[in-house]
C-alpha cells in the first residue's frame, strides 16, 4: 500500500499486518483489509503536516519507539515499531513484526530499541550532510527494563542471553550517540505502530503524529 | 490491497524498466515517457499525471493487431506516429544491416487512454523495448541507478520548513534520450514500420535491425546512462553527494538538490535566491527542461505551502480511486484501521475458508 509509505503512518501497522497474508488471504484478511479502507474512507482528507511552529523537544530529531510483545500469538513474534520526527515532522516509521521470539516484553523492546538506533544512525548522517551539525536524537522509550538496561554496561541474567548486535542501543547511549529517555506510555507515539488502539487513543496519537484533515 | 504492482501509470507504460520493483519500494515518478509529444507538456500543466487519479480505460488495446482492429485506430495510428517521430527527432536509433551475431531484442507498442483534467481525451502510445530479453553481459553493463528515498523528502520538506527555504522544481523533459549508450544494443524494427518510416529502407527482420543510439523506455540500463550524465554535471557545478543518500545534492550557501530520475527539486535559503536562480539556469540551459516554479507536486505526492511556512503533504484522490477499485465508495466508515481486538495472528488453520 503505497499510501502508507508517503504520508499515512496511521495505517502502516495494519498494511504490516496485512501484508503479510497478501499471497494467501483468509477471509478474516480481507475483511480487515476492508476496514482498512474503510478507515481511509472516513479519513481521505487527512494531510501529513510540517509545521511552521517550533518544536519544543531539545534535538531537532526525535524518536518514539515501543513494540507489542505477542507472548499469546500464534508464532510468539511480537510487533515491533519507531517513529522519528524532525523538526516536529514525522519523516520516518516502521512497523514490523521482530524476526525472533522474544522472552520477554523487555526483550522485545530492546529489540525495538535497537531497530530505532540503526534507523537513527542514517538520521544523523542526513542531518550532518544539510546542516553540518551534529545532533544527538532523543529517543523515547516507555520501559523502563530496557532503559535500565541500556544505561548500565552490565549485563543481568535476564539480558544476557540477548544477541549482541542488539546491544547497539546501549553501546550508543554511552558513546552520547543517541540519548535514550523516559516517556510515559500515554505519550509513547510508537505504540500506534505496535498496536490496535481504540478510536480515542488512535485519534489523538495520529494528530500527535501530524496528520490533520483541518489546518 | 493484494499487490500494488502495476496500477502506477508509469509502471504500466515502462513494465520492463524497473524489474522486480517490489510495492514496498518507492514507486517511479508517474507516467511520463521522456519524449512527450509538444501538446502535451506545457510549463505549468503537468504532462505527469497518475493513471490513477486521471482514470484510464481499461479498453486501452494491449497490442499493436488490438489497436488496429479497435474502432480507435485512427486514433492510436496518430499516436504511434508521434511517438515515433520523436524517437527519430532524437536519432535514438540507427538501421543497420543484419550480420551474423546480432542478437536483436524484440520491442513493442503500449497504449494508453489519458484523461486530462479537463476532461478531454489523449491517446498515447509507446514503444518499449522488451528490456526483459536482455541477457546478462549482453548490453548489460551496469543498470544501477539510484533513486532518492521519501525518508530524505521528507526530511528535507521539514528542514525547509524549519528554515524558510524555498523549494523549485525542475523536470527533465527527454531524461532518458539525453545521454547516448555506449554498449551495443540491437532491437528489432517496430511493428507498423513499413508505414510509420517514410524513407525507404527495408522492412523485414530479416535484413535489417535498429541500432539504439540512446536508451529507449525498457532497456534495462535506461535510466543509468542519464544518472550517470546528471551526475557529472551536477558535480561540474559545485555540488557534491550527500553521504546519506546519494540522490541529494549539496552545495555550500544553502542550495540542496534532490535528484528523482528526471525531477528535480531545488531548496534554497531565501538568501541564496540569486545562486539558486544561476543553478537552474545552467541547469535549464544544459537539458531541455520545464521549469515548473514552486513545487506542488513529487512522486505523484501533492505539496501545499500555506501562508506562515507550513507544508502538507497529502495523496488527494487516491483514496477514492482505490475505494472506486474495490467498489466501496458506499462503504461504512470505520474509526480505526485494525479492530483493537483483532487477531491477524492467529492460526490461519481454524480461520474460515481461503479465499481466491
Same mark, same amino acid.
Given at each position: 500500500?503505497?499510501?502508507?509509505?508517503?504520508?499515512?503512518?496511521?495505517?502502516?501497522?495494519?498494511?504490516?499486518?496485512?501484508?503479510?497474508?497478501?499471497?494467501?488471504?483468509?477471509?478474516?484478511?480481507?475483511?480487515?483489509?476492508?476496514?482498512?479502507?474503510?478507515?481511509?474512507?472516513?479519513?481521505?482528507?487527512?494531510k501529513?503536516?510540517f509545521?511552521s511552529?517550533?518544536?519544543?523537544?531539545?534535538?531537532?530529531?526525535?524518536?518514539?519507539?515501543?513494540?507489542?510483545?505477542?507472548?499469546?500469538?500464534?508464532?510468539?513474534?511480537?510487533?515491533?515499531?519507531?517513529?522519528?520526527?524532525?523538526?516536529?515532522?514525522?519523516?520516518?516509521?516502521?512497523?514490523?513484526?521482530?524476526?525472533?521470539?522474544?522472552?520477554?516484553?523487555?526483550?522485545?523492546?530492546?529489540?525495538?530499541?535497537?531497530?530505532?538506533?540503526?534507523?537513527?544512525?542514517?538520521?544523523?548522517?542526513?542531518?550532518?550532510?544539510?546542516?553540518?551539525?551534529?545532533?544527538?536524537?532523543?529517543?523515547?522509550?516507555?520501559?523502563?527494563?530496557?532503559?535500565?538496561?541500556?544505561?548500565?554496561?552490565?549485563?543481568?541474567?535476564?539480558?544476557?542471553?540477548?544477541?549482541?548486535?542488539?546491544?547497539?542501543?546501549?553501546?550508543?547511549?554511552?558513546?552520547?550517540?543517541?540519548?535514550?529517555?523516559?516517556?510515559?506510555?500515554?505519550?509513547?507515539?510508537?505504540?500506534?505502530?505496535?498496536?490496535?488502539?481504540?478510536?480515542?487513543?488512535?485519534?489523538?496519537?495520529?494528530?500527535?503524529?501530524?496528520?490533520?484533515?483541518?489546518? | 490491497?493484494?499487490?500494488?504492482?502495476?496500477?502506477?501509470?508509469?509502471?504500466?507504460?515502462?513494465?520492463?524498466?524497473?524489474?522486480?520493483?517490489?510495492?514496498?519500494?518507492?514507486?517511479?515518478p508517474t507516467a511520463h515517457?521522456g519524449?512527450s509529444?509538444a501538446h502535451e507538456t506545457t510549463p505549468t500543466a503537468r504532462p505527469r499525471r497518475n493513471?490513477?487519479t486521471t482514470?484510464?480505460?481499461?479498453?486501452?488495446?494491449?497490442?499493436?493487431?488490438?489497436? *488496429?482492429?479497435?474502432?480507435?485506430?485512427?486514433?492510436?495510428?496518430?499516436?504511434?506516429?508521434?511517438?515515433?517521430?520523436?524517437?527519430?527527432?532524437?536519432?535514438?536509433?540507427?538501421?543497420?544491416?543484419?550480420?551474423?551475431?546480432?542478437?536483436?531484442?524484440?520491442?513493442?507498442?503500449?497504449?494508453?487512454?489519458?484523461?486530462n483534467p479537463n476532461?478531454?481525451?489523449?491517446?498515447?502510445?509507446? *514503444?518499449?523495448?522488451?528490456?526483459?530479453?536482455?541477457?546478462?553481459?549482453?548490453?548489460?553493463?551496469?543498470?544501477?541507478?539510484?533513486?532518492g528515498?521519501?525518508?530524505?523528502l521528507r526530511?528535507l520538506l521539514s528542514f525547509a520548513v524549519?528554515n524558510s527555504y524555498q523549494i523549485d522544481h525542475l523536470d527533465v523533459i527527454t531524461a532518458?534520450?539525453?545521454?547516448?549508450?555506449?554498449?551495443?544494443?540491437?532491437?528489432?524494427?517496430?511493428?507498423?514500420?513499413?508505414?510509420?518510416?517514410?524513407?525507404?529502407?527495408?522492412?523485414?527482420?530479416?535484413?535489417?535491425?535498429?541500432?539504439?543510439?540512446?536508451?529507449?523506455?525498457?532497456?534495462?540500463?535506461?535510466?543509468?546512462?542519464?544518472?550517470?550524465?546528471i551526475?557529472?554535471?551536477l558535480?561540474?557545478i559545485?555540488f557534491?553527494?550527500?553521504?546519506?543518500?546519494?540522490?541529494l545534492y549539496?552545495r555550500?550557501?544553502g542550495v540542496l538538490i534532490l535528484l528523482y530520475v528526471d525531477d528535480i527539486l531545488v531548496f534554497y535559503a531565501e538568501e541564496a535566491l540569486e545562486n539558486a536562480l544561476r543553478v537552474k539556469q545552467r541547469l535549464i540551459l544544459q537539458y531541455k527542461m520545464s521549469n515548473l516554479g514552486p513545487a506542488k507536486q513529487f512522486l505523484s505526492l501533492e505539496i501545499d505551502r500555506l501562508a506562515d511556512g507550513t507544508i502538507t503533504l497529502s495523496r488527494p484522490?487516491?483514496?477514492?480511486?482505490?475505494?472506486?477499485?474495490?467498489?466501496?465508495?458506499?462503504?461504512?466508515?470505520?474509526?480505526?484501521?485494525?479492530?483493537?481486538?483483532?487477531?491477524?495472528?492467529?492460526?490461519?488453520?481454524?480461520?474460515?475458508?481461503?479465499?481466491?
Amino acid at each position: 500500500m503505497y499510501a502508507a509509505i508517503g504520508t499515512r503512518l496511521d495505517i502502516a501497522l495494519a498494511v504490516a499486518a496485512l501484508r503479510r497474508y497478501n499471497m494467501k488471504p483468509y477471509r478474516v484478511h480481507l475483511t480487515a483489509a476492508k476496514r482498512v479502507l474503510r478507515y481511509l474512507k472516513a479519513t481521505a482528507d487527512v494531510k501529513l503536516v510540517f509545521p511552521s511552529t517550533t518544536s519544543t523537544e531539545a534535538s531537532p530529531l526525535v524518536g518514539y519507539t515501543d513494540s507489542d510483545y505477542a507472548g499469546g500469538r500464534a508464532d510468539r513474534k511480537s510487533q515491533g515499531g519507531h517513529i522519528f520526527k524532525v523538526y516536529g515532522a514525522p519523516i520516518s516509521w516502521l512497523s514490523r513484526k521482530q524476526g525472533l521470539v522474544a522472552f520477554s516484553t523487555t526483550e522485545a523492546e530492546y529489540i525495538a530499541c535497537s531497530d530505532a538506533t540503526r534507523e537513527a544512525e542514517w538520521q544523523i548522517r542526513l542531518h550532518m550532510d544539510v546542516t553540518g551539525e551534529t545532533v544527538v536524537p532523543t529517543i523515547y522509550c516507555d520501559s523502563n527494563g530496557v532503559l535500565k538496561t541500556i544505561y548500565s554496561a552490565v549485563s543481568s541474567p535476564k539480558t544476557k542471553h540477548i544477541n549482541i548486535r542488539y546491544h547497539i542501543s546501549r553501546d550508543w547511549q554511552e558513546r552520547r550517540i543517541v540519548n535514550f529517555t523516559d516517556i510515559s506510555t500515554d505519550d509513547n507515539l510508537a505504540d500506534i505502530m505496535t498496536k490496535a488502539l481504540g478510536p480515542e487513543k488512535h485519534q489523538h496519537f495520529a494528530t500527535s503524529i501530524s496528520l490533520r484533515s483541518k489546518l | 490491497m493484494a499487490g500494488h504492482r502495476g496500477q502506477n501509470g508509469a509502471q504500466e507504460m515502462a513494465p520492463a524498466a524497473h524489474p522486480g520493483r517490489s510495492a514496498a519500494h518507492v514507486t517511479v515518478p508517474t507516467a511520463h515517457p521522456g519524449r512527450s509529444t509538444a501538446h502535451e507538456t506545457t510549463p505549468t500543466a503537468r504532462p505527469r499525471r497518475n493513471a490513477l487519479t486521471t482514470g484510464s480505460t481499461e479498453d486501452d488495446p494491449g497490442s499493436y493487431r488490438d489497436a *488496429l482492429n479497435s474502432s480507435l485506430n485512427k486514433q492510436w495510428k496518430e499516436a504511434m506516429r508521434q511517438d515515433y517521430a520523436s524517437l527519430i527527432e532524437n536519432s535514438t536509433f540507427t538501421p543497420v544491416t543484419n550480420t551474423n551475431g546480432m542478437k536483436p531484442i524484440g520491442c513493442r507498442w503500449v497504449y494508453k487512454t489519458k484523461r486530462n483534467p479537463n476532461g478531454t481525451i489523449r491517446y498515447k502510445a509507446c *514503444l518499449l523495448i522488451k528490456g526483459y530479453e536482455q541477457i546478462r553481459a549482453v548490453g548489460f553493463d551496469e543498470t544501477y541507478a539510484p533513486v532518492g528515498k521519501l525518508i530524505t523528502l521528507r526530511y528535507l520538506l521539514s528542514f525547509a520548513v524549519q528554515n524558510s527555504y524555498q523549494i523549485d522544481h525542475l523536470d527533465v523533459i527527454t531524461a532518458f534520450l539525453n545521454p547516448e549508450i555506449y554498449t551495443e544494443v540491437y532491437m528489432q524494427l517496430p511493428q507498423g514500420i513499413e508505414w510509420l518510416e517514410s524513407t525507404a529502407m527495408p522492412t523485414s527482420n530479416r535484413d535489417c535491425f535498429l541500432r539504439l543510439n540512446k536508451a529507449l523506455y525498457g532497456l534495462r540500463q535506461a535510466l543509468r546512462p542519464w544518472h550517470q550524465e546528471i551526475d557529472d554535471f551536477l558535480q561540474s557545478i559545485g555540488f557534491h553527494h550527500s553521504q546519506a543518500d546519494i540522490s541529494l545534492y549539496i552545495r555550500n550557501a544553502g542550495v540542496l538538490i534532490l535528484l528523482y530520475v528526471d525531477d528535480i527539486l531545488v531548496f534554497y535559503a531565501e538568501e541564496a535566491l540569486e545562486n539558486a536562480l544561476r543553478v537552474k539556469q545552467r541547469l535549464i540551459l544544459q537539458y531541455k527542461m520545464s521549469n515548473l516554479g514552486p513545487a506542488k507536486q513529487f512522486l505523484s505526492l501533492e505539496i501545499d505551502r500555506l501562508a506562515d511556512g507550513t507544508i502538507t503533504l497529502s495523496r488527494p484522490g487516491y483514496i477514492s480511486t482505490i475505494l472506486a477499485r474495490f467498489n466501496m465508495q458506499d462503504a461504512n466508515l470505520a474509526p480505526t484501521p485494525l479492530h483493537p481486538k483483532n487477531r491477524l495472528n492467529i492460526n490461519t488453520s481454524d480461520a474460515e475458508e481461503e479465499v481466491d
